[in-house]
């Protein structure tokens, strides 16, 4: 059998379930997850075996009006994950149908995915009963020409293998474009950064979460096995900073202790977290604050 190996571009609505959908294909927490929209900001390759083939899963953020630099930049960032890949999945919450902003992605679909490929996977199935699914699916498909029509719960597992099963007869063949034990393709620095990022989105309220990033700076192995790890969280407001902290530092020691547990279970080895939060008015303006998370500047202007 000759060996298969593609990209396989995970989009759709903020909170459908990618990043969930990606850890459940890979096996292993690469993308974080939160109940709260726009969790995702940049593409994070995931890589997992099927068989002969080699699926390596791009989630991307999710797709929506963008407001700001930072949402324009997480858009087009999408976007070009869909373009890039060789088989896309739209995913869409079964319980909240074709909405709005599904049907502006199919539209966009249209003219950015060229003759290749596009699955649909009802996501969420856990939470609608069987005619919902029957009837969405209908609609869904006159909508637009789907490949193939996938009824998943990315949480609970149910027809992800089914998924799987067909992604890996869709990709090319060819060799395969990683080793065969690697489970993802982002710097562990990000990988610990993006960690702390989801207990502070986890723990904070409204907008505060959208209005900060965290960048690792620095990662130091040391001669015990351990490492220690120094991050730095930017914030807008001087505001901010004070919630962050929380009472007698209340908040940020409980998301550090959560943060640390985290990347520790994903190292295999002890960690010594360190968090400092640092107001930068700016930021969401700053270029380097962008390369840091993965993004492309200019996309946002
Ligand atoms: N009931 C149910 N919830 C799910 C399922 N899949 C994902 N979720 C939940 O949906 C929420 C959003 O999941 P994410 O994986 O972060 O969604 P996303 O599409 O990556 O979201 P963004 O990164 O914001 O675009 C989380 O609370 C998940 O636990 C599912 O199959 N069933
Ligand atoms: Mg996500």
Excluded: C
Excluded at 180 to 187: F, G, K, T, Y
């Amino acid at each position: 059998m000759p060996t298969r190996a593609g990209f396989v571009a995970l989009i759709g609505e903020p909170n459908a379930g990618k990043s969930t959908l990606l850890n459940r294909t890979v096996g292993a927490k690469v993308s974080i997850v939160t109940h709260k929209v726009q969790t995702t900001r940049a593409r994070i390759r995931g890589v997992a075996m099927e068989g002969d083939s080699q699926l390596v899963f791009v989630d991307t953020p999710g797709l929506f009006r963008p407001r700001r630099r930072l949402d324009r930049a997480m858009v087009a960032a999408a976007w070009t994950g869909a373009a890039d890949a060789d088989v896309v999945v739209l995913l869409i919450e079964a319980h909240r149908g074709l909405t709005e902003g599904v049907q502006a992605i199919l539209d966009g679909l249209q003219d950015r995915t060229d003759g290749r490929k596009v699955a649909l996977a009802i996501n969420k199935i856990d939470r609608v009963e069987a005619p919902v699914l029957l009837k969405l699916t209908e609609d869904m498909n006159a909508a637009f020409g789907f490949e193939r029509t996938f009824m998943i719960s990315a949480e609970k597992g149910h027809g992800v293998d089914d998924l799987r099963a067909w992604l890996a007869t869709e990709v090319p063949e060819g060799p395969w474009l990683y080793p065969e034990d690697q489970i993802a393709d982002l710097p562990m620095r990000m990988i610990a950064a993006e960690m702390t990022r989801e207990k502070l989105t986890l723990r904070l309220h409204q907008e505060l979460p959208y209005q900060l990033t965290v960048e690792t700076e620095s990662w130091e192995a040391r001669k015990d096995g351990s490492a220690r790890i120094d991050q730095v969280i930017y914030v807008a407001r001087d505001g901010h900073k004070g919630i962050i902290l929380g009472k007698g530092g209340e908040t940020i020691k409980a998301v550090s202790k959560a943060a640390r547990e985290e990347i520790t279970e994903f190292v295999g080895h002890k960690v010594h977290l360190f968090l400092q939060v640092k107001v930068r008015p700016g930021w969401l303006d700053e270029a380097e604050r962008y390369s840091e998370m993965g993004l492309d500047f200019r996309d946002g202007a």
